[in-house]
């Protein structure tokens, strides 16, 4: 391999044989088939467990997959709060719901 003076390839050089021409689109191929074959077998059950652990990361994830020119301001009986009111108004929610569950 012929280089200049600082050490790089000179016009023309290849460079070297590089990866095999389709090889990275085989793996992402059998990646996305592993996946596939991972998510028919299991994903129902992984979307619940997920919803019921972690729902952030649930609401995240669904949240992630509503178009974003779907996405904008949000109108209805919460718009005209301010963000402490609506969040003093969820933890008034939440209490009311841990008392129901300990009856």
């Not at 070297?16 to 299991?42: I, M, Y």
Request: a positive charge; charged letters at 35%; glycine letters at 8%.
């Amino acid at each position: 391999m012929s280089r200049d003076n600082l050490g790089r390839f000179k016009s023309g050089n290849i460079g070297g044989p590089g990866r095999p021409k389709g090889s990275r689109n085989r793996l992402a191929e059998d990646f996305l088939t592993d996946v596939c074959a991972d998510w028919k077998q299991h994903g129902i059950k992984v979307i619940a467990d997920v919803r019921k652990k972690y729902p952030a990361v649930y609401l995240r994830t669904v949240a992630s997959l509503v178009p974003r020119d779907q996405l904008g301001p949000v109108q209805g009986e919460f718009s005209d709060l301010t963000d402490d009111e609506l969040i003093e108004s969820v933890e008034e929610e939440v209490a009311k719901l841990r008392h129901l569950k300990t009856k």
